[in-house]
T-cell receptor, first 113, second 115 residues
């Protein structure tokens, strides 16, 4: 069964600190992996998209990694800011139609001053 | 990129009533999608809104409960019919994401609470 598991479920860090969010998946056949940021009351916004051949991709202070062999991805946030407080959702796409996007439940990050 | 306007942003409704959510895109798109995000859960695809034909529903979702309109390539509506408290969720429309590496854009969502 295609699944995307994210950990931790929630995380609290102090402003300025780094953190890493994890995503494990069992989606096959794999096409790409996406990380989204969802602010409270808003729709998700794309951070990174990685295909099978890519193992790292950065977007400002956000760096995503992908290990297609172990089916694991991480999202590293550097020098966190209060505005980073949001849910971070990992989405894995199987080759095929839109219906094959598998969403994780997200990690809720709270950055405290 | 695509800019998606979704409304209403939130609503509180009575059991048994219906709510229609509108989604407007700033460019023509072939497919639009409707998702539901229940509290603490991941996004679940409800249906694909096709222009000029009936929407394609995912398993567990039916047209009588979630009728969808797609009158043109920039607009779609989702109606949540005969609502119950179990329908309390965030509803999101989206476009894109079909191709490898193609970004998936979301509307800002509709927070629905059913009393």
């Amino acid at each position: 069964k295609n699944q995307v598991e994210q950990s931790p479920q929630s995380l609290i860090i102090l402003e300025g600190k780094n953190c890493t969010l994890q995503c494990n998946y069992t989606v096959s056949p794999f096409s790409n992996l996406r990380w989204y940021k969802q602010d409270t009351g808003r729709g998700p916004v794309s951070l990174t998209i990685m295909t099978f051949s890519e193992n790292t991709k950065s977007n400002g202070r956000y760096t995503a990694t992908l290990d297609a062999d172990t089916k694991q991805s991480s999202l590293h946030i550097t020098a966190s800011q209060l505005s980073d407080s949001a849910s971070y959702i990992c989405v894995v796409s199987a080759r095929g139609s839109q219906g094959n996007l598998i969403f994780g439940k997200g990690t809720k990050l709270s950055v405290k001053p | 990129s695509a800019v998606i306007s979704q409304k209403p942003s939130r609503d509180i409704c009575q059991r048994g009533t219906s709510l229609t959510i509108q989604c407007q895109v700033d460019s023509q798109v072939t497919m639009m999608f409707w998702y539901r995000q229940q509290p603490g859960q991941s996004l679940t695809l409800i249906a694909t809104a096709n222009q000029g034909s009936e929407a394609t529903y995912e398993s567990g979702f039916v047209i009588d409960k979630f009728p969808i309109s797609r009158p043109n390539l920039t607009f779609s509506t989702l109606t949540v019919s005969n609502m119950s408290p179990e329908d309390s969720s965030i509803y999101l429309c989206s476009v894109g994401g079909s191709g490898t590496g193609e970004k998936l854009f979301f509307g800002s969502g509709t927070q629905l609470s059913v009393l």
